[in-house]
């Protein structure tokens, strides 16, 4: 199986994007998603102003630029990441949320885990 059979096997379509950002507004909830190549960063961009870029993904400094200038908020992992990787993605995207201070981290999964029992 080549990458793209296996993206397009994995990932979600345009067609179950929408439904997912209709169940969302029903619920209240804030829809956004991580993007992990320019094109899912550019189809995201049509239904949401909000991405996450994985921390295994910080160092594709294509993505992480081009993310910014597609969304008003873009949130960085960095989990996996150097120092350096982190001031370089910063440098070239000015991220304005970066998940990986302990303090924001717990903040932020605090909510995440309140938003999926929201049921």
């Given at each position: ?24 507004k029903a619920k209240g ?55 350096e990787e982190i001031e370089t993605c910063i440098s ?28």
């Amino acid at each position: 199986m080549t990458y793209l059979e296996y993206k397009n096997k994995i990932e979600f379509n345009e067609d179950q994007i929408k439904e997912l950002i209709e169940y969302s507004k029903a619920k209240g909830i804030e829809f956004f998603a991580s993007v992990w190549d320019v094109d899912s960063a550019k189809l995201m961009a049509k239904y949401t102003n909000i991405a996450k870029i994985a921390s295994a993904s910080i160092t594709d400094l294509d993505l992480c630029k081009i993310s910014r200038e597609l969304f008003e908020t873009l949130i960085i992992s960095t989990g996996m990441s150097t120092q350096e990787e982190i001031e370089t993605c910063i440098s070239i995207s000015n991220i304005i949320i970066i998940l990986g201070d302990i303090k924001i981290k717990v903040t932020i999964l605090d909510i995440i885990i309140s938003i999926c029992y929201l049921s």
